[in-house]
């Protein structure tokens, strides 16, 4: 039998979390991602915030890496003075995951970015977030939904080519694209939902919505098929679910505009 992907999942690091009697810090991940990764045909390993310097050893012994969803990006680390509706910063998950990002991207492994991993893919290619967007997360702890729409000739248009409505909370946006970045989704306010970089890169995507509050498993899917094609030992094909041809145009007037994380 064919192994199963190994895909690498970051998880929060919370204090004061409480379960049965005991109220401690500790390492959290909502189900919904690891779910999504075994019924996509993967097996999920969770980690944990550590040393940035250990990156490159935890992606040596994946073959894909989710970045999750989560707390605002510390504006910090795109050259940015704090806004008053930013959240407070997440330190030790800013510094493991662009660190994880880094070594996924040098090592050629498939990623996929969730919600703040989109941003995170986005600042760690040198690129600026809006820190606050109206009109994407409609209650506070709630999910929401609204359509996005693929752009064609692209990866994420080859995984899923029609528009459709997706889970989404969020409340920051792509300002400024990281080097190499597309747009492959847009919402209809013009928003960008979905990055990803050129075939020649990997198989690299960010989407800005909630792929494990839904149904739909394609894109968790083309990751795991990504990363069973590129195991250490295997050919590396060209990136499953991307239509021949170009990565599309920009969206007229949004240009660099996308979504944040929760």
């Known amino acids: 039998m064919t192994p199963r992907p190994l895909i690498g ?20 991940l909502p189900a919904g991602y690891p779910r999504l990764v075994q019924r996509a045909g993967g097996l999920a390993a969770l980690l944990p915030p550590d040393a940035p310097e250990h990156a490159e050893a935890a992606v040596a012994r994946l073959d894909g890496l989710v970045v999750a969803g989560g707390p605002d990006v510390d504006p910090a ?28 991207l040098a090592a050629g492994l498939p990623v996929l970015g969730i919600c703040r991993g989109m941003q995170l893919l986005n600042v760690a290619l040198g690129g600026t977030l809006v820190q606050h967007l109206d009109g994407h997360a409609e209650l506070v702890g709630a999910f929401g939904e609204h359509p996005v729409k693929p752009v064609p000739g692209t990866l994420y248009a080859g995984i899923v080519p029609e528009e459709q409505a997706v889970p989404t909370y969020h409340h920051q946006a792509v300002e400024r694209l990281g080097e190499g970045l597309v747009p492959s989704a847009y919402a209809a ?9 050129p075939a020649d890169r990997g198989w690299v995507l960010g989407v800005q919505w909630h792929p494990e509050m839904g149904e739909d498993r394609r894109v968790m899917r083309a990751l795991v098929t990504a990363a069973a094609a590129a195991r250490p030992g295997r050919p590396r ?22 979504g944040s994380s929760r």
């Open 189 to 197: 306010d013009g928003t960008v939902e979905a990055v990803e970089l």
């Open 77 to 104: 680390r795109y050259g940015a003075e704090r806004a008053p509706r930013t959240g407070p910063p997440a330190p030790e998950r800013d510094a493991w995951e662009l660190a994880l990002i880094r070594a996924a």
């Open 9 to 28: 999942v970051s998880t929060y690091l919370e204090s004061g979390a409480r379960w049965g009697v005991w109220e401690l810090e500790a390492v959290l």
């Open 237 to 258: 094909p060209g990136r499953a679910g991307r239509d021949a041809g170009s990565a599309g145009p920009a969206a007229p007037g949004a240009a660099s505009r996308a």
